[in-house]
């Protein structure tokens, strides 16, 4: 189910203008699983929005499996994943909602532009082996690795639908031949019907990645059952492939799941490859994936008016009455009323009627007693007041001046003003008069191999090593270090505090955590940090690429709390 293309369609008189409150932009595609549409959630950050389809939605065994997978796909934040935002798998029909990757499907890449050169695939494989790092480490496997189930975004590239070819898998929609997994792109063991593992993935991107080097499926074309049979029964044809990338790709397709190659010795072999042409990947992949589309604008919520509210629910919808013989039809097809259900409508509204207004005549009396009352308290603070020879409070226009309406002395007076209940000058000064330190917002803060952070800075961000906060790569998934600065990644935060970041931050103190790796950090991953001066930042990660050691960067929105720790 691809959410990528150049041409956003229109909605089709059969698409939803809503699904779960998700205003539906334009169409974006379809396939196994049902059609995808553009949407954008009450923030205006666009999402792919997928909505199953109506074969598999009525199969108990799916929803079954399809919120297993929603579980665990929550849990996935990879680098070159397309983060699950939103789902329900009990929804009529069932839906899902992830973040949308602006960027052609592989599959449109090589159809525009034909096979990519020997540094883009291996940026390619890279990223896809690190996300399915991050896939196979919450016990999901893709099952459907496929060139239209990676998206070529701007910073490399994001794999999409893991963990849904599961859910489809044995359904009636599968047994009557609409198979979820694709033919040219299965293992040997997917095609037998063996067992299932994490190997079957590393195949399939072997596959992916030929078909981006080859312009083609490695395994030819023709019937399915032609293309299973020579996946199962014969070699590839390696000699096709560029010379450099025969041994990787031998490993990747070794017809014996325990004898291929994992997810991280792919990164690792990449990135020792590409050390030689350093540079040349991103220029490449810029090329590849073409100027980013304009996305339609999110879909404006119309006012609740009467008829927009009766123009969303079809007149079929409701029961129509049939006509009863001998008595002719108002307007609409309704019949009209008996003369006994006259005197009934009559009489009913005479007494409405006259339930309001005693009621009416109630809430009268029941306001003016309140205002009397409300009048009589305020008589009595007054006279209170002028008893007292109290300071002018700056408690706001509408009060008295003095102490608060239970103070009976001077002395009460005293007491709160001193311990700041009343204070005098403006709003500034009465909002800060709590003591805690302003924020200071610094967006879009870049950190590569080249640059560094220092939270004690009025311009954080050192074009050098020099920071006390550096990024680097001497990991897999890189990390952020430092001598003195303290940092924790807060868990599934979002909408972090200073106060978060001060109760976690002292744990982390506690035990020295001078080093953050980032290998599970993804875009809107939270991460407070303290140096040693008492200043405290909160980084959120827009941007994470870390595929290429030589080229890896952050960019995120950064917050600093100057002596901000207690």
Known sequence: MSHATEDF?????DDPPVVAGYRLAARLGAGGMGRVYLSHTPGGRPVAVKVVRPELADDPGFRRRFG???????????????????????????????LYVPGPSLTEAVARRGPLPVPAVLWLMAGVAEALQAIHAEGIVHRDLKPSNVLLAADGPRVIDFGIALAADGTSYTATGGSIGTPSFMSPEQASGSEITAATDV???????A????????????????????????????????????????????????ERITPVEVVEWC???????????????????????????????????LAY?????????????????????????????????RRARKRRTALIAAAGVTGGALLVVA??????????????????????????????????????????????????????????????????????????PF???????????????????????????????????CELDSEDTVFIQMAGAHGTTLDDCRFMLKSAKKLGYNSLPLAAAAAGTEICMQDTEGDIGLYVIQTKSTAIPELAFLQGDLTIWRDAAR
């Open 211 to 258: 078909f981006a080097a080859l312009g083609k499926p490695l395994y030819g074309d023709g019937s399915a059952v032609n293309m299973l049979y020579r996946i199962v029964h014969s070699e590839p044809d390696l000699s096709l492939l560029p010379e450099t990338l025969r041994p990787l790709f031998a490993r990747c397709l070794a017809t014996d799941p325990a």
């Open 271 to 305: 990135r020792r490859q590409l050390g030689a042409e350093a540079g040349a990947g991103p220029a490449v992949w810029r090329d590849i994936t073409g100027p980013e589309a304009e996305l339609p604008e999110p879909v404006p919520v119309p006012a609740p008016t």
């Open 309 to 341: 509210q009766q123009s969303q629910v079809p007149t079929s919808a409701y029961p129509q009455p049939q006509p009863q013989p001998g008595r002719p039809r108002q307007p609409f097809g309704w019949p009209q009323p008996t003369p006994e259900q």
């Open 203 to 209: 195949f399939a991107l072997g596959q992916t990645a």
């Open 443 to 477: 967006p879009l803060v870049s950190l590569d191999a080249k640059s560094s952070l220092s939270l004690e800075r009025l311009d954080p961000v050192l074009p050098n090593r020099k920071g006390d906060i550096r990024f680097g790569c001497a990991s897999v998934g």
């Open 9 to 13: 369609q229109p909605l089709q008189a």
């Open 68 to 98: 297993r997978e929603i579980k665990a796909a929550r849990r996935v934040r990879g680098a070159y994943t397309a983060e699950l935002v939103d789902a329900d798998a009990d929804g009529v029909p069932p839906w899902l909602a992830t």
């Open 367 to 440: 306001l003016a007693w309140s205002v009397m009352e409300a009048k009589n308290r305020l008589d009595d603070r007054v006279t209170a007041g002028s008893r007292h020879t109290a300071p002018p409070s700056a408690s706001g226009p509408g009060f008295p001046s003095g102490s608060s309406s239970d103070a009976s002395d001077s002395s009460d007076t005293s007491a709160a003003d001193a311990t700041g209940d009343h204070t005098s000058g403006d709003d500034t000064s009465s909002a800060n008069s709590s003591g805690e330190p302003q924020p200071e």
